[in-house]
């Protein structure tokens, strides 16, 4: 199963969500790929100790920025947890948007195309998308079965899940009809009003498509990735681990 992990407001807990929801499954024995689609590369940063040394074709730049009709594999990284591997991203996939717009073969599919082949060899296969309407994502969307969109309390948090919403439809309707909403996310969380009228609106608003599942504020989430490790392995313990843990049970019964 292709996951895709989205929305287009910056800092809702995307990457943390990849990250924690990747390394549970793997912690739990399953065979997990994270790939990094976002130009930020946090995800790579904390998953592979040497991500800096990596060159742009050892990541997945190549595989975005050739055209459809060129093989480029996927590039499949080991990383310290057993079994997660990680497709790491590159800075220079910034200008994705720029180059992709002027080309004319799939460039939807160049993500999909690459994971198709090894597709089979994964339990689970999580997508760390960028905090834009971009053609990485619109890539990230194209090759993903499902879709969790994770909102972080406050208004604009809430206002933009209008335009995900849309771009997930149109992804529906032209590239992808496969793609289902898993559900949204709410992150971050903590007793303050505001935090607790953001979520209510929430499930007002979206009823059923909100997750059950609430992240937490929890400082050790931050704290485990500066030590570039993930929450299970730096604390299994904390109020974010037995989160995540939670919503893997939610989300796939395990
Ligand atoms: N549950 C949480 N509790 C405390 N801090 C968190 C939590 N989730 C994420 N953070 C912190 O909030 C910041 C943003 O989180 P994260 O990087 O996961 O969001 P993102 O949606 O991937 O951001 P971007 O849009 O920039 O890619 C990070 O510093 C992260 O450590
Ligand atoms: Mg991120």
């Given at each position: 199963m ?8 910056g800092?809702?807990?995307?990457s ?5 929801l990747a ?12 790939i990094?689609?976002d130009s ?5 940063k904390?998953?592979l ?6 060159k742009?074709?050892?990541?997945i730049?190549?595989?975005?920025m050739?055209p ?5 594999p ?8 057993p ?6 991203s590159?800075?220079l996939?910034?200008?994705t ?6 080309a004319?073969?799939h460039?939807?599919?160049r ?12 339990d689970?296969?999580?997508i ?7 053609w ?6 194209t090759?993903?079965d499902k879709?969790?969109v994770?909102?972080?309390p406050?208004?604009?948090?809430l ?22 909403l ?6 971050m ?6 935090t607790?009228?953001?979520l209510?609106i929430l ?6 498509r909100?997750?059950?599942t609430i ?8 704290d ?8 299970f392995s730096?604390n ?5 681990a ?6 893997i ?6």
């Amino acid at each position: 199963m292709v996951i895709a992990i989205a929305s287009q407001k910056g800092g809702t807990g995307k990457s943390s969500t990849s990250i924690s929801l990747a390394a549970g499954l793997a912690h739990l024995g399953k065979k997990t790929l994270l790939i990094d689609i976002d130009s930020q590369a946090n995800s790579s940063k904390v998953l592979l100790h040497n991500y800096q040394s990596l060159k742009p074709d050892n990541t997945i730049y190549r595989t975005i920025m050739r055209p459809t009709t060129e093989r480029a594999p996927l590039p499949i990284h080991q990383t310290l947890v057993p079994n997660l591997s990680v497709v790491p991203s590159h800075i220079l996939l910034a200008d994705t948007d720029i180059r992709l717009t002027t080309a004319i073969d799939h460039r939807e599919a160049r993500l999909k195309t690459e994971l198709d082949q090894v597709k089979a060899d994964y339990d689970f296969i999580l997508i760390d998308c960028p905090p834009t309407l971009s053609w990485s994502t619109i890539n990230a969307l194209t090759a993903a079965d499902k879709v969790i969109v994770t909102v972080a309390p406050g208004y604009f948090e809430l206002d933009s899940i209008v335009q995900i919403s849309k771009t997930i439809e149109q992804v529906h309707e032209y590239f992808n009809p496969q793609i289902e909403l898993l559900g949204f996310l709410f992150t971050m969380s903590d007793p303050t009003i505001t935090t607790q009228t953001s979520l209510k609106i929430l499930r007002q608003t979206y009823t059923q498509r909100v997750l059950q599942t609430i992240i937490p504020r929890n400082t050790d989430l931050r704290d485990a990735h500066f030590n570039r490790q993930d929450i299970f392995s730096f604390n299994p313990e904390a109020k974010a681990a037995r989160a995540y843990r939670m919503l893997i049970s939610e989300l796939f019964h395990l």
